[in-house]
């Protein structure tokens, strides 16, 4: 038996990268943590500690900081598709290469019911992730966004559901259901150069939480599939949607031994367990993920 | 030399309730995070044990959730009040009650262009605070926010400060200004059965966010003292406000080594350390403070 | 084009367990976080609401519990085979269970030199963590580690490196190096019943921590990789290690404006960015790795 | 009715200082996180923008640094106490200064039964605090600790307490009971130059956790007492000692439903809401805390 060397990678991550746009008094703001990932022919690293094909990860820093004046962030996707890019192409030893983004977004102040030319109020719901891998095969983009918190408190029931001799659960016909949603969608072919990610970006974040309202529910697992179609049918580019989503639990607060009534009325909303259901939806025709979801931090 | 008991206090922290009214097709909702505390003639409990003039701290959970369908939460203010006033007029041995809550704000889904009857999104924004202390002196309420950030991207400078042999900052007239706010403000004399908080909270928030915008700031210690100022203009009942604003640096990145100009465009966002700057405003008749700040975590 | 369902999986997170031996007066103690994942046909749960093939993630954690008590938890290991097999073997539907444990480990209080019988201080250092999967066609066990905070300040260079346009950094021949390391290990054959995963978890955090300590780095990429190797060495029953390990920079304060030398005497730790390498090591006749690095929270 | 300025104070929060001691092949560590806070003439930068009577907090960062060099930090006390008279005596416009301290300790990694000399793996358990404020008036020290948790499965009663309408808790003779302590202490009379501080918080430490389990307790609050007795009659330059617990709630989990005996051998350890109990112990003969206990952040 041998040991050998397997998978590996390296880049820089979490650069906290804050982009103003002053070419007129009218700013604009992006503000984005950046972690680029490079996967290539850096084993003698690893084996002899020979560094020689090792672009450092401060060069990395540096390159995310440049590339946000040069290139601009103006569009999320084609900044990380510039850095990952100019990664593969430029640096020899790198075969892939994948950047990752979280957004998180501003809302301008409003003054005496004018918007304010260059002050913002973090908005501080969800944030938006985007992720772009390159190499010699292709280029895959996904989006998503984390952090979504929603609750409906009617319009949900589960019951019917298997049972054996560990269930105590009790049947309901309304409950509340409500979830801090993580989803990613993957596109298929898109132009990275002219395609409008924002534009998709919004209408997919509709589709999601439209459907999460609207449809009347038997079970969080049929929400899912449910908003993750709905996300397919708003944008039409996408080829999958993977959707993560905690049952956060309400439960209904007993308060007979008070002699009030509590008609759904009253609920601690509880911390830990909670319920976890992952799915994906995809288009019949999905073209294979490849890299599309190997996440930086994924490997270990 | 002896060793003798100092001040103490107890109670029941955090109890994240939800309080859903749905006596018609279109629900409200009130998501709060409640802690009481209890402040007494309970040395007996520390001294010999003796537990017969501790009201259980889960006694004062049910309580918290059986006010939450009785009095309800309409408003914030009169349900703390009520929780406050019943510990200290129904239970012999308390003197003193402090009642606090976090508020998290949610926003109504809107499906189609309406608005939906039962489906929310966390607004993920601030987080709203109130304080409600009361003993046979009287009745103390403060109200506060939190995690507000808030930046500007001009407006700002810092420049003409104190120099010693350990400084090398460079002035500047112009620098991206942001912080994460905390504000607590203090009402005198309101009644609290009719009073409009929630009216006072928006014209706070407003007053506080227009004017750190709009003012033009020589230093985030003069924009604390004018938001303190505006808030207090904006609702005659305060008679004081405290503000606490970390400094949260966005520095200018040094992109000269690649021969590109960086014209305060693009920056670090920089975690620790950070500046932090307190400071109270006050009326000058201000009636005096009492218990109004000893928050329950306060003591330690 | 259609939309059609694609992996989906579900359970309960973070069941906070806690198990106490009493049977004598000295007690013994086990503190776990259980999250139990179900893979399998429960297609329609998705597609049409049916529930009739879902197990609640409420009885899911009832069997938590319950088997901490029948089955204990004198071996994570044994515990976490126990649940899965029974989800898979005695649930129709599951085809496929995983089981993932955290560990947080206590020391017993010395009370004037003797070990105290019921009372422990939480050791707060690396918490242990545990995945069973089983499924008809075997189970892969999982070990590992992670918020280990190593550091050492001298032994580690940096030098010889790739550079392009944007490389600033200087190399170094002395430097601290430290990380959070988050580590991963994935047995081949053992018996379950029988194997001393205690044992091998002992032998293979001393591995890692001597290496890091004892081996002269020329970068963390080398030191990760001996570390994998000296595990694999420790316990023969491993067939692979993976390694997580942000680079916790710790950059030499310039004190030179005010005419102090620092020798690398006065650091500041940095928090973001950070480098981040990964990195598997392998026996060259490792078996297939199948489901053993599909987390539960891996889909999304 | 004026508004005026209040209290107000500013500093630089959360320097994160590592300083290494190597001047031997044996090195040693100290890894800090240093916030600084002056208090004193600062109106006008408020009143009016006028920053000079402002020392930046920028200039504070360099002095923290610069002091890890030349003063050290192989007394995390007398270090402290040089920055906090420097910034008084030295700094016209400054009244009081107030220098806090967190310490992440470390301990040496052994290498085949050795201790490593320049290795460290970072212990994990409690934080330790300190807190210099100085003025014209005197020095106010005051020691601490943070994140130390405690837990006992038996030994721990809880009955005799008081009922109201609302109590339905059933009192107990055995039960588990545990908390995360933070403590903080006040010293009388010491000399900083000489007085052996490291020395003091081992006895107090040692006090605090050794009486948590030996003493047979029937309500947290009583065990309080007795720890912070105990640590004054062990340091006798203590004049008071404040607790903070939480009541870390482990609930027997109910195996009834499934026919299992559940006889305080499996619990759920659960978050939210916790009792929380603070008291102070004191002597009786303890001079005025003067600005001992106003922290930094506790103004607003």
Known sequence: MGIILGDHQYG????????????????????????????????????????????????????????????GLASLERYAYALATHFVDDV??????R??????????????????????????????????????????????????????????????FLKDEYTVLEPTSDRIMATSLVAKWRFGAVDVATFDFDAAYAAIKTALVETFAGFHSLALQQTLYEMGKAAIEAVPELVEVRLSAPNKHHFTYDLAPFGIENANEVFHADDRPYGLIQASVTTDDAPPAGPAWQQYSGLV
């Open 12 to 71: 820089k991550a979490e650069n906290r990268i804050v982009r103003i746009v002053r070419d007129t008094p009218r700013h604009e703001i992006r503000d984005v943590n950046v972690s680029s990932c490079l996967r290539g022919r850096f084993d003698e690293a690893h084996l002899t500690g020979d560094q020689g094909a090792v672009l450092p990860t401060d060069t990395q820093k540096q390159t995310s900081y440049a590339f946000a004046k040069t290139v």
């Open 92 to 97: 020899e030893p790198v075969d892939q290469a």
């Open 99 to 160: 950047v990752e983004l979280e957004e998180f977004a501003w809302e301008r102040v409003s003054v005496g019911g004018e918007e304010h030319d260059f002050s913002w109020v973090r908005k501080g719901q969800e944030v938006r992730t985007v992720a772009v891998t390159y190499d010699a095969e292709g280029t895959w983009i996904t989006g998503g966004l984390k952090d979504l918190v929603v609750l409906k408190s009617s319009g949900s029931e589960f019951h019917g």
